[in-house]
């Protein structure tokens, strides 16, 4: 059967598949791309692959499709921490349905955790051929464009997005980092306070904003952006580093030192 054939034709050596899969010859331990909000993906730390195929989804009467089996497979994988073994089975769904909308995008996410944004991107341009309109996936593309300082391109996809759905978080934050990597503070601002209005959760969010109001000289905004970022996530040094930077430009040396040393201690 099919199925057989695909079982039977992996490759033996499942690390260098996976390094020929995924263009990375470190594997998945690539940090995520910094900057870029979490739209819920369920994707644990990617540790190395272990030895052994013993997921095992149960189907005793058969009744599932090929496809449905090895998605199945693929999730516990990725719920177990396999990234490089889901990897791997995404592909092999791919194989039999290349259009495949899931398979396709947790292979851009596992790809883009690898640290290789322009396969990443050719997935989600793959889904976006069949779907030109699809919020998420331009979102998405519009991050690693923007990551990739691809502007032109990921701005398109961003507003296209906006043009859909003009509340979007995900696409107004992605779309302010993307003017404040260009040097555009004036800007980042307005559309970075949007994305923070429309979601207040965003950690990332308020910290691109200091940066923002920081490059503006805008220092008491500043101030409360970064202060906003530590409310939502108290251990987050970086946000200590340039706060206390804030803090020395007002000429508040003690509380600058507070956060400076904060900072070297991981934000605790």
């Given amino acids: 059967s099919t199925m057989r054939h695909l079982r039977t034709s992996r490759v033996a050596d499942r690390d260098k598949a996976a390094a020929d899969l995924l263009r990375a010859d470190a594997g998945l331990e690539g940090e995520p791309v910094p900057g870029t909000p979490d739209h819920g993906f369920p994707l644990r730390p990617l540790a190395a692959s272990l030895p052994g195929e013993d997921v095992v989804t149960a189907d005793p009467l058969g009744e599932r499709s090929e496809v449905d089996q090895l998605l199945a497979r693929a999730r516990e994988q990725l719920a177990r921490g396999r990234g490089t073994e889901a990897a791997l089975t995404f592909r092999q769904v791919l194989e039999v349905e290349p259009g495949h909308r899931e398979a396709r995008v947790a292979s851009a996410r596992l790809l883009e955790a690898a640290g290789d944004l322009e396969a990443a991107t050719e997935h989600l341009t ?77 950690t990332a969010t308020a910290y691109a904003l200091g940066e923002a109001y920081l490059a503006l000289r805008d220092l008491r905004a500043a101030e409360q952006a970064l202060r906003r970022t530590l409310e939502l996530e108290p251990g987050h040094a970086r946000a200590c580093h340039l706060l206390g930077r804030v803090l020395d430009r007002q000429g508040r040396t003690e509380e600058a030192a507070q956060m400076y040393q904060r900072a070297r201690e991981g934000g605790r």
């Fill in 126 to 202: 793959t889904l976006l051929r069949a779907e030109p309109e699809a919020v998420d996936l331009l979102v998405h593309r519009g991050e690693l464009l923007g990551t990739q300082k691809l502007f032109p391109d990921a701005e398109s996809d961003l507003r296209r997005a906006l043009k859909r759905e003009p509340q979007h978080a995900g696409a107004l934050h992605a779309l302010g980092v993307v003017q404040l990597r260009k040097g555009l503070p004036t800007e980042a601002a307005p559309t970075l306070e949007r994305a923070l209005a429309a979601d207040p959760s965003q």
